[in-house]
C-alpha cells in the first residue's frame, strides 16, 4: 500500500472517531437537559422554586430551601417519575450503605473488604409512614470509579438536609 492511501485510511479512521464521540457527548448533555426541563416543569406545576439541583444517573434531585421540600425526578423508559418530600415531615435523614455479597474469588481479590451495593440518604417520617429513600450509588449500574464521588456527594447532602431538618426543641429551667 502506499503511504497517501495509509494516511487517508487513518484520517477516515480519525474523523469517524471523532464524530461518534461527539455525538455520544450530544446525547448526554441532550438527555441532562431534557431532565432540567422537566424538573422545571414539575416545580412550577407544585409551586417549587429549586436552590440547588443534584443530577445523578437518570435522576434530578431539586431542592426547595424556602418551602423545605425536595423534589426527585427520575425517568424510566420514556416516562418520568416524580416525587416531593417535605422536610418538615422528616424526622431523620441518615447515609444508609448496604454491604454487598462477595464470593471467595473476589474477597481473595480484594483483601476481604467489603464491596457496596448501594449508597444513599434515607428519610424517617414523624408520622411513622413508610421511610424515603434517595440511591446515589447503585453497584449494578454505576461504575467502581464513580463510588468515591458519589459517596462524597451523599454524605455532603446527608449533612446539609440534617440542618434543614426542625429539631426537637427543649426548655431548659
Known amino acids: 500500500m502506499t503511504p497517501v492511501i495509509i494516511t487517508f485510511i487513518l484520517f477516515v479512521a480519525t474523523l469517524l472517531f471523532w464524530y461518534s464521540v461527539n455525538f455520544m457527548s450530544q446525547t448526554c448533555k441532550k438527555k ?17 422554586i429549586f436552590c440547588s439541583q443534584e443530577v445523578l444517573q437518570d435522576k434530578v434531585i431539586g431542592i426547595d430551601g424556602i418551602h423545605r421540600k425536595i423534589m426527585i425526578l ?28 462477595l464470593n471467595d ?11 457496596l451495593d448501594a449508597i444513599g440518604l434515607q428519610f424517617q417520617f414523624n408520622n411513622q409512614a413508610q421511610p424515603a429513600s434517595i440511591i446515589f450509588y447503585d453497584g449494578l449500574i454505576n461504575s467502581k470509579r464513580e463510588l468515591a464521588l458519589l459517596k462524597a456527594k451523599a454524605e455532603y447532602w446527608c449533612v446539609m438536609l440534617s440542618k434543614m431538618l426542625n429539631g426537637q426543641v427543649g426548655a431548659r429551667a
Open 74 to 101: 427520575e425517568k424510566t423508559k420514556n416516562e418520568y417519575d416524580c416525587s416531593i418530600i417535605s422536610l418538615d415531615e422528616v424526622q431523620n435523614c441518615e447515609l444508609i450503605a448496604n454491604p454487598g455479597s
Open 105 to 115: 474469588h473476589n474477597l481473595e481479590r480484594f483483601e476481604k473488604a467489603r464491596a
Open 32 to 48: 441532562r437537559e431534557e431532565l432540567f426541563r422537566e424538573l422545571s416543569r414539575e416545580g412550577s406545576a407544585n409551586n417549587l
